[in-house]
T-cell receptor, first 111, second 115 residues
Framework: EDQVTQSPEALRLQEGESSSLNCSYT??????LFWYRQDPGKGPEFLFT???AGEEKEKERLKATLTKKESFLHITAPKPEDSATYLC????????????FGQGTRLTINP | GAGVSQSPRYKVAKRGQDVALRCDPI?????LFWYQQALGQGPEFLTY????????KSGLPSDRFFAERPEGSVSTLKIQRTQQEDSAVYLC?????????????FGNGTRLTVT
């Protein structure tokens, strides 16, 4: 069974303080690892897809990386508007259409 | 263009009532998914449609849950005889392709509260 574990559950940072969020996964044949951002009362918003170990993608202050067992979402010099819950999900070869999500990391950036 | 639209945004049901939740996917999107999200948790898969065909319903928690997409666009998730444990946000998502690598676009969900 595909599984995703995210850590930490919650993270508070000061504005400008860089850090990383972790996503550990087990999957029977990875088709893709996805990062989403979710604001309160909203649906998840797509950020990145990573397909193979060693791949990296960047968007503004966010960079996602992938190994065979985990993915990191690095946030550089965050701003208060980066506060949100960040969700990681995997798509495996079994049940290939569905995403299996982690429980999310709730990120708060204090001004 | 418009994103995924869900209605109603909020629904309060008395225990034992039936409810119907609607999803309007992005026009032209072939794949449609329903997810259930409990407070403080990540979304959990319920069911998947490719056009009008329901190809995976392995995540539906009981036979009280039923989903349909009769014309391959709008979808309805129906919950019969609601229970308190059904209280959650129900998210709908659509994607353009049938392959595994097309990102899902989510609606803002319907928050169901069963009293």
């Amino acid at each position: 069974e595909d599984q995703v574990t995210q850590s930490p559950e919650a993270l508070r940072l000061q504005e400008g303080e860089s850090s990383s969020l972790n996503c550990s996964y087990t999957v029977s044949g990875l088709r893709g690892l996805f990062w989403y951002r979710q604001d309160p009362g909203k649906g998840p918003e797509f950020l990145f897809t990573l397909y193979s170990a060693g791949e990296e993608k960047e968007k503004e202050r966010l960079k996602a990386t992938l190994t065979k067992k985990e993915s990191f979402l690095h946030i550089t010099a965050p701003k208060p508007e980066d506060s949100a819950t960040y969700l990681c999900a995997v798509q495996g070869r079994q049940g290939a259409q569905k995403l299996v999500f982690g429980q999310g990391t709730r990120l708060t950036i204090n001004p | 263009g418009a994103g995924v639209s869900q209605s109603p945004r909020y629904k309060v049901a008395k225990r034992g009532q039936d409810v119907a939740l609607r999803c309007d996917p992005i026009s032209g999107h072939v794949s449609l998914f329903w997810y259930q999200q409990a407070l403080g948790q990540g979304p959990e898969f319920l069911t998947y449609f490719q056009n009008e065909a329901q190809l995976d319903k392995s995540g539906l928690p009981s036979d009280r849950f039923f989903a349909e997409r009769p014309e391959g666009s709008v979808s309805t998730l129906k919950i019969q005889r609601t229970q308190q444990e059904d209280s959650a946000v129900y998210l709908c998502a659509s994607s353009l392709a049938t392959g595994g690598n097309s990102p899902l676009h989510f609606g803002n969900g319907t928050r169901l509260t069963v009293t």
